[in-house]
């Protein structure tokens, strides 16, 4: 049975660094389009990174928000997916999940698209 499942989250400062995680079982790892997505109270969930497992990571898509902040990276032999979340601010606040694509070929953020979902792991922010 294929899953998702985040870890990492948690409360930091403004400008302070978190790392998620989010380990992926029951798929075929290698050939996998990978998003992180958040979704703030109130507000709609957005795309945040994606990337292809089978290609470089410099491939990976960004948000606008989120260029030069965060990095997604993965590493094959864990089948694990990372969101490395730099200088965090406030708006970054919010439920972060990790999502897979198991038939688009390259990343992309059309949540739509993507056919599983990790339950969520909670990242909050400080003033």
């Known amino acids: 049975q294929a899953q998702l499942v985040e870890s990492g989250g948690g409360s930091v400062q403004t400008g302070g660094s978190l790392r998620l995680s989010c380990v992926a079982s029951?798929?075929?790892?290698?050939?996998?389009?990978m998003g992180w997505f958040r979704q703030a109270p109130g507000k709609e969930r957005e795309g945040v990174a994606t990337?292809?497992?089978?290609?470089?990571?410099?491939?990976?898509v960004y948000a606008d928000s989120v260029k030069g902040r965060f990095t997604i990276s993965h590493d094959n032999a864990k089948n694990t997916v990372y969101l490395q979340m730099n200088s965090l601010k406030p708006e970054d606040t919010g439920m972060y999940y990790c999502?897979?694509?198991?038939?688009?070929?390259?990343?992309?953020?059309?949540?739509?698209?993507?056919?599983?979902w990790g339950q969520g792991t909670q990242v909050t922010v400080s003033s």
């Open positions: 029951g798929f075929t790892y290698s050939r996998l389009c």
């Open positions: 999502a897979a694509d198991v038939k688009t070929p390259f990343p992309h953020l059309t949540d739509r698209n993507y056919n599983f």
């Open positions: 990337i292809y497992t089978n290609v470089p990571v410099d491939s990976a």
